[in-house]
């Protein structure tokens, strides 16, 4: 799987988090009593759509854009670099 398919799976799997703290929240549902599951949900959803935004809201974990291969060019695999010559550059022949 690719890491471009990962993100994209993290950010359902965030969005459907972000549900089911609202609807806990919407049951009057708190963390300990310091958080409510509500405010919680919003922030969640927050994350997920900065990063369907693309904004980089993996910043330094393992999905990264940064860390993502370069892109080649499609026909750069086609392409055969020349075999290398033992006498150093060719010379004009007469």
């Given at each position: 799987?690719?890491r471009?398919?990962m993100?994209?799976?993290?950010?359902?799997?965030?969005?459907?988090?972000?549900?089911w703290?609202?609807s806990?929240?919407?049951?009057g549902?708190?963390?300990?009593?310091?958080?409510?599951?509500?405010?919680?949900?919003?922030?969640?959803?927050?994350v997920?759509?900065?990063?369907l935004?693309?904004?980089?809201?993996?910043?330094?974990?393992?999905?990264?854009p940064?860390?993502?291969?370069p892109k080649?060019?499609p026909?750069?695999?086609?392409?055969?670099?020349?075999?290398?010559?033992?006498?150093?550059?060719p010379?004009?022949?007469?």
């Amino acid at each position: 799987m690719s890491r471009k398919t990962m993100r994209a799976i993290t950010i359902l799997i965030l969005f459907g988090m972000s549900a089911w703290m609202l609807s806990l929240g919407a049951k009057g549902w708190t963390f300990y009593g310091l958080a409510s599951t509500t405010t919680t949900g919003y922030i969640i959803a927050l994350v997920a759509l900065l990063g369907l935004l693309r904004v980089n809201i993996w910043y330094g974990g393992p999905l990264d854009p940064r860390r993502d291969p370069p892109k080649q060019h499609p026909d750069s695999h086609n392409q055969r670099t020349p075999p290398h010559t033992q006498g150093g550059p060719p010379t004009p022949s007469d």
